[in-house]
């Protein structure tokens, strides 16, 4: 008998059962910031534990393993959330006294807010929750992520997991026009350390697709497997054509792949393997 999908598998969207074991004890959370991991999918990635020299995400047995903070060594100093490439990480700090606390975000998009900017706070599913002020930003940069940490009520620390800048409802992943304005040569792939001039010599010396750029450079053959950087890839080669993004022709996308057990490659689904 087959059963329905989570939502987590369909949509994406964690739900309070995903995140059972993920969020710390009251006493931790009192101790000060925090970092809370949402990331489920069994993909080869271990930034964020290499990352921490805390060790306060458990060491993985394999590297398709989950990662899991032990609360009670998080200093929520933020170093897995800047460099993780499905920007999963996100840093809670309710330790204050009164009814506010703050979540730090992972931003990938311009403009970077600066201090003092209102925006409006997102939940997982995109739908709008409230005005919340930015009260400190972390610019990226040399494969970091931009951090943005909001001043939110206490109670929605675990639900605000993005923002919009209201002026800027329209704000695209970057474009590399904009990023030349940003740094020097910034990094494109994080996961594999490929920045922006390695790109375009690639596209000047006649490598034309996003799979011809991945073969030469690795862009996009890392951990993420091109969520962050095959965008910008598109965005170049289509600049490159004199095309807008929509109408240049995509090359073959893969996505992050899980591994899969044979059971399932025997039985069909995993629902059917787990109900067989
Ligand atoms: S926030 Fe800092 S201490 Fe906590 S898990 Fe991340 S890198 Fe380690
Ligand atoms: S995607 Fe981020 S949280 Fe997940 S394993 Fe990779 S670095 Fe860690």
Redesign the pocket.
Known sequence: MKTKLSLLKREGLATADDLRGRLPGEDDKKRGPYAV?E?F?E?P?????VSCRFNA?LPFKDIND??YVDFSACTGCAV?AR????L??FIVDESMDGDMGTITLPYEYLPLPEKGWQVLARARDGSALFPATVVRVMKGGKGKTALVSLEVPKEYLQEVRSFTVPEEEDSVPCSCAELDLAEESPTVCRCEGVDLQEIRDLIARGYKTVDEIKHRSRAGMG??QGRSCRQIILSELARDAGVSLEEFEAGSFRPPTTPVSMDVLAKGSEEDAENS
């Not at 990635?45 to 534990?49: E, G, I, K």
């Not at 460099?83 to 499905?86: A, D, K, Q, R, S």
């Open positions: 991991i990331c999918e993909i990635c271990n930034p964020c534990v995400i989950l990662p897995c460099v993780c490439p499905g999963a990480i951990p993420c």
